[in-house]
């Protein structure tokens, strides 16, 4: 399947930055976002879970502001 991320500015006015996670996704299943800064160490930290399948693709949108240096997601199938 296809993955697509955009990083999104925020509001001038304060600090936060969106990340948008757009994915191929198949009817009736539903989806998690994932998330870890060391990908030796596995990804640990559910960003969002139970992410309904949209018609043809989903999307998502993490605030990432407060996370200091990189950061790397996945996204898995949590039902078939």
Do not use: C, H, K, M
Not at 15 to 24: F, G, M, P
């Amino acid at each position: 399947e296809r993955a697509e991320a955009a990083v999104l500015p925020g509001d001038p006015r304060d600090d936060a930055v969106q990340l948008v996670l757009t994915w191929q996704s198949a009817t009736g299943r539903t989806y998690q976002i994932q998330a870890t800064a060391d990908l030796a160490a596995g990804f640990t930290n559910v960003v969002a879970a139970a992410i309904p399948a949209g018609a043809s693709a989903s999307a998502v949108t993490v605030d990432v502001s407060s996370i200091a240096g990189p950061a790397y997601y996945r996204i898995v199938v949590e039902s078939p």
